[in-house]
């Protein structure tokens, strides 16, 4: 693909991304919580019982991106605390997202990896300031964005000197409407051939639909990705937001051990991958 010094194969490996006690690019990563941090009792709870079903890290949104200015935009500051909260009692490190390059310094100080959403794919100014921190981004594909419009994203990140970049597929928009988005699978393995960037699937966001996370997250395994990101609630009826889309501690519980069991399955066919 032309014009893509950095983010392209280059003949040295994959990249492997070490955050805290867990390495994004081997082995097959969980990330699990909530889609907003709500409240102590609400995410606490969460991390725990993620935590205890398997999830490696935790994900919660404070600051969140709402297609409507009246919707919950997340509890901010507060929300960061609380995540620094979870991960001091669990030990997950945090996955958060970042809305505003004016802010990027500071969450800095809570987040162990910056989320740039859907909506921000192609906000370059937001892109150039997470290229010049040290903590890990993950790249959400832009709802519509073609594979090379995300990785020349990935490059603005890597041109600025971060490293540490981790690529989201989330579904795009197509002309679809019985799922919230259509999860492009096909996009994992395009992704690995044509960069050594990592790659993890949100079946979430991806779908929509609670009965589809489980069938698109072992398809996630078989497809190649490095991972899974799952929105998961302690009492998912009660999410202020993606409440049809979040899963119950209970309900993911049972998809980790399905995916654990998939993984260890394609691990042993291909000698590792
Ligand atoms: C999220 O992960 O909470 C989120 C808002 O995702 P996306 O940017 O993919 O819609
Ligand atoms: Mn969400």
Same mark, same amino acid.
């Given at each position: ?7 392209? $194969?280059?003949?040295?490996? !994959?990249t492997r991304i070490k955050v805290g006690p867990v390495t994004v690019g081997?082995?097959?990563?969980? @990330? ?44 901010? $500051? ?16 945090? *996955?958060?997202? *970042?809305?505003?390059? !004016? ?9 162990? @990896? ?15 300031? *997470? ?15 073609? @594979?090379?419009?995300? $990785? ?17 597929? !989330? ?21 690995r051939e044509l960069s050594h960037l990592p790659i993890i699937v949100d ?31 302690? !009492? ?13 501690t209970e309900q993911f519980a049972g998809i980790v051990k399905k995916l ?5 399955? *394609? ?7």
């Amino acid at each position: 693909m032309k014009g893509l010094k950095l983010a392209s $194969l280059n003949g040295s490996g !994959r990249t492997r991304i070490k955050v805290g006690p867990v390495t994004v690019g081997e082995g097959f990563v969980i @990330i699990a919580g909530p889609c907003s941090v709500e409240s102590e009792q609400q995410i606490l709870e969460t991390a725990r019982a993620v935590k205890a079903a398997g999830a490696n890290m935790l994900r919660g949104g404070a600051f969140k991106p709402r297609s409507s200015p009246y919707s919950f935009q997340g509890l901010g $500051l507060t929300g960061l605390k609380l995540l620094q909260k979870a991960r001091e009692e669990t030990g997950l490190p945090i *996955v958060t997202e *970042v809305l505003d390059p !004016r802010d990027v310094l500071w969450i800095c100080e809570y987040a162990d @990896i910056l989320q740039i959403g859907t909506r921000n794919m192609q906000n370059f100014s937001l892109l150039k300031e *997470v290229g010049k921190v040290d903590k890990p981004v993950m790249l959400k594909r832009g709802m519509y964005s073609t @594979i090379e419009e995300w $990785l020349n994203c990935a490059e603005y990140i890597l041109n600025e000197g971060n490293p540490n970049v981790i690529l989201c597929e !989330r579904g795009i928009r197509t002309h679809e409407t019985y799922t919230r988005n259509t999860l492009d699978l096909s996009a994992v393995p395009a992704i690995r051939e044509l960069s050594h960037l990592p790659i993890i699937v949100d079946p979430s966001h991806g779908t929509g639909r609670l009965s589809l996370i489980e069938p698109m997250s072992m398809a996630s395994v078989v497809s190649g990705a490095d991972g899974v990101i799952l929105e998961v609630h302690i !009492r998912p009826e009660e999410s202020v937001s993606d409440k049809d889309q979040t899963l119950s501690t209970e309900q993911f519980a049972g998809i980790v051990k399905k995916l654990r069991a998939l993984q260890s399955f *394609v691990e042993s066919g291909s000698g590792g991958r």
